[in-house]
């Protein structure tokens, strides 16, 4: 029997085969903290990096990492290049683990109708990490120097959905969504390649979301840009849907649309810098923007394995 992480491991080898992929950076040291303890064995940790000069709103950026809720780290190459960006444009940057639900799915034994079910399990769970994590940076704000009310949700990948999810089910009072202060909001969301899965296909917000910066490659078949399917009638919402629902909601949203490209966009956090700079400078700013570009620069780097799709990743 084959499980999914050998597959997972051998695709980010093949990343690096395929792509002059950007080496680990150094970084200064962070400030490691446990967040939350699921346990003796199970203590989930993030590092809390500041920048040389720090920006004067104090701006913190709370980033997940991805890994198909299986693998990946809060110091893996992409989640530090994330990091590196991020202090460079003077954000405070934190760097969180979150525990991965699919890391022993055994696929030979899951049938396609029922994957959903773990799916479901594996964006909860994370939900409430990336909550607790939250809390933890405002309940220690003082100490930490970090404002409650000016922290930015971004990942890559399943830390994309785990962040769009985080956002989703914060505005309808959900349950993964306990451990948030009250009345806790995002300044604001960047998903990159992400999406939000919704049983039954019911995508509503009873709330209104944080505004929200959603960056997504036109061919991407892992995190769908449009939508995908599931068994009954859940539906996993990509970039492109995302962007059709807010811009008939009105709600605040910038779309990159990367042509051409797959789920390489989940790691071009490094390369829109300036867009996610700008997004959030204006929202600070209290703008309500709208803004929908596609992007075409070809020296963007590209992977042979971000043009798989969903079922060759899990079922191959």
């Given amino acids: 029997m084959k499980r999914l992480l050998p597959i997972i491991v051998l695709l980010c080898l093949s990343a690096s085969l395929y792509a002059q992929q950007p080496a680990k950076p150094s970084l200064p040291t962070p400030l490691t903290v446990t967040f939350v ?4 064995t199970m203590p989930i940790k993030m590092d809390i990096y500041y920048p040389e000069q720090r920006r004067a709103d104090s701006t913190t950026v709370l980033y997940l990492f991805g890994g198909g809720f299986v693998n990946g780290s809060r110091d893996s190459t992409s989640s530090l290049n994330a990091v590196k ?5 003077g954000f405070v940057a934190v760097s969180a683990d979150y525990r991965l639900g699919l890391n022993m799915v055994d696929f030979d034994t899951v049938h396609l109708r029922t994957v959903s079910n773990p799916f479901f399990y594996s964006i909860h769970i994370a939900v409430e990490d990336c909550s607790h994590a939250i809390r933890y940076l405002c309940d220690h704000s003082q100490e930490l120097g970090i404002l409650p009310d000016r922290i930015v949700l971004t990942g890559c990948s399943a830390g994309a959905i785990t962040v769009a999810e985080t956002d989703y089910f914060r505005a309808n009072n959900m349950p993964p969504t306990a451990a948030l202060p009250k009345g806790w909001k995002p300044l604001a969301v960047a998903p990159y390649s992400g999406g939000i899965f919704c049983k039954r296909g019911n995508l509503s917000y009873a709330t209104p979301p944080a505004p929200t910066m959603i960056v997504h490659g036109t061919l991407d078949k892992i995190v769908n840009y449009n939508k995908f399917h599931s068994t009954g009638g859940n539906i996993l919402y990509g970039g492109n849907q995302l962007a059709k629902h807010f811009a008939k909601q009105k709600y605040p949203y910038w779309i990159l649309r990367f042509e051409d490209r797959g789920h ?19 929202t600070l700013a209290g703008r309500k923007t709208f803004y929908d570009a596609t992007c075409t620069d ?12 969903i079922f060759q990743l899990y079922f191959k």
């Avoid at 303890?37 to 003796?40: A, C, E, I, K, Y």
């Fill in 85 to 89: 960006a991020l202090l460079e444009k």
């Fill in 298 to 309: 070809t020296a963007l780097p590209q992977w042979e394995w971000a043009q798989m799709n």
């Fill in 264 to 282: 390489e966009a989940s790691v071009y956090l490094p390369y829109t810098i300036q867009e996610f700079t700008a997004f959030v400078e204006l």
């Fill in 37 to 40: 303890n699921w346990g003796d």
